[in-house]
């Protein structure tokens, strides 16, 4: 099942610059490019990333391309992950930035993840974030940015999904941009499994226009 036209970048000494979290040894890959300070009508991409984090009380309509962001990055995913590895693997999304009781909780990326390979897969919501937080994209120019501390503050492990043991772990997110959440999350899942291998999987990872240094 898998295309060739769709495959994984690997983060690495070119790019990992961009993302200042990068650890040496980590493993990190993701599908496509989104510019950073352009609307949806830029690329392709900013429109997937735009219409995949519509906020879940969105009208029908806005919801319905949410909806199809959503699948559309299941099937890409689908593609590009090797089956080997699903076979085995455990997807982990990284929870939303609000609580499950919070009424604009958004599971985008357990239904994308639940998406890539229905009934074969290992998907579980191993890491819950407890406490409601404003979405990085959400934050004004200015605003500080999440720090991996707090996230770590917020996330517990769902212990009722612990077992089996996850051998190998992908943590899946949307987008990479410092690299916080997976830091965060590598460190709260690393801790309860610390034999298990653990990558990050990104649909699109953060880049600057051209002229973004520009005077």
């Not at 994209?137 to 503050?153: C, F, M, S, V, Y």
């Not at 916080?180 to 499994?193: N, Q």
């Amino acid at each position: 099942m898998n295309n060739p036209s769709i495959k994984f970048t690997q983060i690495d000494e070119k790019n990992c610059e961009d993302h200042p979290n990068f650890e040496r040894g980590d493993q990190w890959m993701f599908l496509w490019e989104k510019t950073s300070g352009r609307d949806y009508t830029f690329s392709d991409t900013n429109n997937l990333i735009s219409n995949l984090k519509k906020s879940v009380n969105s009208s029908p309509g806005q919801l319905y391309y949410k909806n199809q962001a959503i699948i559309r990055c299941a099937r890409s995913m689908r593609e590009a992950i090797n089956d080997k590895w699903l076979e085995i693997g455990t997807l982990v999304p990284v929870p939303p930035s609000k609580a499950p009781t919070h009424p604009l909780y958004d599971n985008r990326m357990e239904q994308v993840c639940n998406l890539i390979w229905p009934g074969v897969a290992d998907v579980r919501n191993l890491v819950v974030q407890n406490t409601s937080m404003q979405a990085s994209h959400e934050r004004g120019q200015g605003q500080p940015r999440i720090t991996k501390d707090e996230l770590i503050a917020s996330y517990t492990i769902e212990e009722s999904f612990a077992n089996p043991a996850p051998t190998s772990i992908a943590i899946v997110d949307d987008m990479l941009t410092a690299g916080t959440h997976y830091r965060a999350m590598h460190y709260v899942l690393s801790r309860r499994f610390p034999e298990a291998q653990i990558v990050g999987m990104f649909v699109a990872r953060r880049i600057f226009p051209d002229d973004a240094w520009e005077s």
